[in-house]
């Protein structure tokens, strides 16, 4: 039997502080778009409820512990499951807007 997943790694480094009013808007809606991500067609699995997981798992902090640099891992039936959830779900709608605050 030969399975073929996506693994997505998402890092990043935040202009500002988690607690900092100006990305309060992103970790808002967090949850939600969590949620969206493991209802849509296509997702299989993500690491953990916090954006810092990956590296806690992986045994040291993300840049040497900055609170501003967060992470995402999930893993996707295909590609195409993953670049329908990233371009044309909730999430997209935070993603064009990521300058914001990355």
């Given at each position: 039997m030969n399975v073929e997943h996506v693994g997505m790694l998402s890092l990043g480094?935040?202009?500002?502080?988690?607690?900092?009013a100006r990305v309060a808007e992103f970790f808002d809606a967090v949850d939600r778009v969590y949620a969206v991500a493991e209802r849509s067609d296509g997702f299989i699995w993500r690491l953990g409820t916090s954006e810092n997981d990956a590296a806690a798992a992986a045994g040291r902090p993300l840049l040497d512990g900055d609170p501003r640099a967060i992470s995402s891992f999930s893993v996707w039936r295909s590609a195409e499951d993953l670049e329908h959830f990233v371009y044309h779900t909730l999430h997209g709608s935070f993603y064009r807007r990521r300058a914001e605050w990355f």
């Open positions: 480094m935040l202009r500002h502080p988690p607690g900092d």
